[in-house]
């Protein structure tokens, strides 16, 4: 059985209770501007909440035919605060167990949930901006409205930007000093120990 | 012969070019070369200052930016207003409820901007109206009039509301004075024994600006024109302006002129706090109306009341002093430090100023040259600073800026002045385009001006724009302070007939706008706060419409079952919640108005059904792509018949 280095181990703990952050910072968000609306608009998305000017998006989005946001639309809102209790007691548990193979599963959870989100969000986005009321005021035949997983994208005349925000990117250093602690790991140290 | 002849000809026709060339020219354009990059404000940049601008015998309120002259907004304070319904719409008519009854239109001349230890804190504007007397207050995050409060005891609110350097009160001085009392069914010719003077002085509340008038001065019968509150060491005096001290009632261009000196008279208020604590203030029965908008109801209330505290000055001889000041003064204007008052006699061939220090001596040394109805009159010499000489003809209003000069306009000979105020030196002079009234610099009546620029308020307009007839639009020049000499930048049309104005830099004012009400805080009785809750409901002959607005469609949009000589009440709230959404609402016949609802108000529009027909309603507002969608129909169906009451939006069951 391999063990961590006291520094890895360190490092793991860190990265799971920064991980409590998820709870008190928002995670993702979409801005959205358009020519009348100079000062913009934002939705931020928190691991059970969305938050912003959801009102004012879902007023103008209904002339295409787009559903009113509600949170009850989410079902993740009721689970994700228990994922992310489960990775930060695995990260912890990693932390105290002292074995590398608790390091590889714990760099795995956090990839596949990193990956479920986006693919999560993705699919939300598409049922969001293609599945529309055909009695809209407003159709414009073959447009869908679905905004981008991530980056910038031009709809109608709105520019819609999505992204990570506070959460988000905290998740994003989290993952990449895991991943980076297992490399070292695994291509270095697994070496010298033994 | 021939070629004298020739030669005499040749010579008269030259003499008569030169004559022609000497005859003076017009104004034509006299700015100089760097005054357009001196007032442009790129798109989408900001003024400097928000100029708050009397609007005269419109009743209303104009907002300006500085340097740019743009008009940004006429906000209604004592006149109906088409463009957002103010004294059409049911929340709004108390508003200009007064004893008289309801008043649509009022004269509205002087700004008082709120301070804070003699500087500008940007929470309120408030104006006065000179013929019914009121005075108003606006509050500044929302750009509306919240508060009317009727004026007892007053013929005509000229003298005011000037305030004190910390807005304890405004001060409301009455411009005619008129029989007073149980006894006011007296001859005109009377003037002398029955007329008296009167000066409220308002207290505003520091928390909420709430104005009620504390106490009343009844003073001698003449005419009080302008005012100022001392401030710094002569916090705690007022100083007013006094003309027709000859106590004319009639022709008074010239039987009020004939005085030598008419008064400035000085008002110790900290005296008058404490005879009022002593109890000795006589309680008056009078009526007056006390007007106010509340934001959260969205609705004006307007009360009568009955009473009011006054003092005599006459039998208070240390509370009140006149400083003789020549030839019926119009301004009255202290400086930033508080030591000096400039007087302006509209008809005097010297500007004198008064040191408050020197008046206060006089006072110890009771220096007087005699009383007028037992009020002493301190000796004019022995309150002078000095006169500025030769200043203009017509001298009429002084602001400052902060480096110990002063500007007085001048409506005679039509210019500004520029002088200094310790050693009375004019250092400058400029035209302006026609005959200038009051004028301002941005900070000018506080301790502390802002400076830069000195604005003309002028009465004359002529030849400066392009002709619109024989009623022209206002005239207003802006001119940079700057340098040691003034020079002119802009000129820029002003609606109504401004008089005095104030400006104020847009940081202490434009983060406090407020861009929406929150709907959840609409306590209207009659809001409906979700279409869920819109609804049609009689009430006898009353049928009350509580109907919703949102891009774009209005809820109940059909209606059912009113009938002729019903009176329906149009409640419509606007649920938006973005700024810049206003919704209007319109209906065929209306013999009031339309309305215009911000997001997250509620507005009622009445409208009697009088014809059988099916009227059709609509948003007036350009609110969004589908505003031409945003309509609807009220069926109107004859007096007693039985179609029963009905309504709905979006519902096609029916159709036939």
Redesign the interface.
């Known amino acids: 059985m391999k063990k961590l280095k006291t520094s890895t181990r360190i490092i793991i703990a860190i990265a799971s209770l920064a991980m409590i952050s998820a709870y008190y910072v928002p995670l993702w968000q979409i801005l959205m501007w358009a020519p009348q609306y100079p ?1 913009g608009l934002e939705m931020k998305i928190w691991i059970n909440d969305i938050s912003g ?1 959801v ?2 998006i879902s ?2 989005n209904h ?1 295409i035919g787009m559903k009113h946001i509600e949170v009850s639309m989410f079902p993740e809102f009721g689970y994700m605060i228990y994922i992310v209790g489960a990775l930060i007691g695995v990260g912890l548990l990693t932390s105290l167990i002292n074995r590398r193979f608790m390091l590889i599963t714990f760099a795995s959870l956090i990839v596949a949930s990193g990956i479920a989100a986006l693919v999560d969000f993705y699919l939300w986005g598409y049922d969001y901006g293609h599945n529309l009321d055909p009695t809209a ?2 159709v414009v035949p073959g447009m869908a409205y679905q905004p981008p997983v991530i980056g910038t994208k031009q709809l109608l005349n709105f520019t819609a930007f999505s992204g990570p925000d506070v959460g988000g990117w905290i998740f994003l250093v989290i993952g990449i000093a895991i991943i980076g602690v297992l490399g070292l790991e695994i291509f270095k140290y697994g070496k010298s120990t033994r | 012969m021939k070629i004298n002849r020739i030669i005499l000809l040749v010579t008269v026709m030259a003499s008569l070019v030169v004559l022609n060339s000497c005859k003076p020219k017009g104004p034509g354009s006299v700015t100089t070369g760097d005054a357009a990059s001196k007032v442009y404000v790129a798109p989408g940049q900001y003024d400097e200052f928000y100029n708050v601008v009397s609007g005269g015998f419109n009743g209303q309120i104009s907002i300006y930016g500085i340097p740019s002259g743009r008009l940004f907004k006429i906000l209604p304070v004592f006149s109906v207003f088409p463009e957002s319904g103010y004294g059409f719409s049911e929340e709004t008519k108390p508003m200009l409820n007064t004893s008289h009854g309801f008043v649509p239109w009022d004269d509205l001349h002087h700004i008082a901007l709120s301070t804070t230890k003699g500087e500008h804190d940007g929470r309120w504007a408030f104006a006065n109206a000179n013929n019914t007397p009121r005075v108003a207050r606006v509050d500044m995050t929302t750009f509306r009039t919240t508060e009317i409060l009727e004026i007892p005891n007053s013929g005509g609110n000229h003298s005011s509301p000037f305030i004190t350097e910390n807005t304890e009160y405004l001060v409301a001085g009455t411009r005619f004075s008129i029989p007073m009392g149980d006894n006011v069914d007296v001859p005109i010719s009377s003037y002398k024994e029955n007329f008296k003077g009167s000066i409220s002085f308002i207290k505003v509340n520091p928390e909420t600006g709430r104005m009620n008038i504390e106490f009343q001065l009844r003073t001698p019968g003449f005419n009080y024109d302008l005012s100022r509150a001392g401030k710094g060491p002569s916090h705690g005096w007022f100083f007013f302006s006094c003309y027709n001290t000859e106590q004319a009632y009639t022709l008074l261009e010239v039987n009020a002129s004939r005085n030598d000196k008419d008064f400035i008279m000085a008002v110790n208020w900290k005296k008058a706090e404490e005879y009022l604590a002593q109890g000795k203030g006589k309680k008056e029965k009078v009526k007056y109306a006390h007007n106010v908008y509340d934001e959260t109801t969205h609705m004006a209330t307007s009360s009568i009341l009955n009473e009011v505290t006054v003092l005599d000055v006459m039998e208070f001889p240390d509370l009140v002093y006149f400083i003789p000041c020549p030839k019926s003064p119009h301004g009255c204007d202290v400086d930033p430090t508080g030591e000096y008052i400039v007087g302006s006699g509209k008809l005097a061939a010297v500007m004198p100023v008064f040191s408050f220090s020197k008046f206060q001596t006089a006072i110890a040394n009771n220096d007087y040259e005699g009383d007028f109805d037992g009020i002493p009159v301190i000796k004019y010499e022995s309150a002078l600073h000095g006169e500025v000489k030769k200043p203009g003809l017509g001298p009429l209003h002084t602001e400052f800026d902060a480096n110990g000069n002063a500007y007085t306009s001048f409506f005679v000979s039509s210019e500004i002045v520029k002088w200094n105020v310790k050693t009375l030196e004019v250092l400058d002079r400029v035209p302006t385009y026609y005959s200038i009234g009051h004028l301002s610099v941005p900070g000018g009546p506080t301790a502390k001006p802002h400076g830069k620029y000195v604005i003309a308020y002028n009465k004359i307009t002529k030849d400066r724009y392009l002709p619109t007839g024989p009623e022209l639009t206002q005239s207003a020049q802006l001119y940079s302070i700057e340098g040691d000499k003034m020079q002119l930048l802009l000129d820029f049309p002003t609606t109504g007939e401004p008089h005095y104005a104030e400006a104020i830099p847009a940081s202490l004012i434009r983060d406090k706008s407020v861009k929406i009400y929150p709907i959840e805080h609409n306590e209207h009785p009659y809001a409906a706060k979700g279409e869920k809750m819109a609804r049609v409901e009689r009430n006898g002959k009353e049928v009350h419409v509580y109907m919703t607005a ?3 469609h209005l809820t109940p949009d059909n209606i059912e079952g009113v009938r002729v000589g019903d009176e329906v009440y149009f409640h419509v709230t606007n649920l ?4 810049d959404v206003p919704h209007g609402f319109a209906i065929k016949g209306a013999n009031n108005a339309e309305i215009l609802i911000m997001p997250g108000e509620t507005q009622t529009l009445k409208w009697t059904a009088k014809e059988v027909g099916v009227v059709p309603f609509y948003c007036t507002d350009f609110c ?3 505003h031409q ?1 945003m309509s609807g129909y009220v069926r109107v169906s004859p007096a007693g018949s039985n179609t029963p009451l009905k309504f709905s939006t979006g519902d096609t069951g029916g159709q036939k």
């Open positions: 000062e000017d009102k004012i007023a103008l002339y005021p407003i | 949102i891009r774009s938006e919640q973005d700024w969004s792509a589908l969608e």
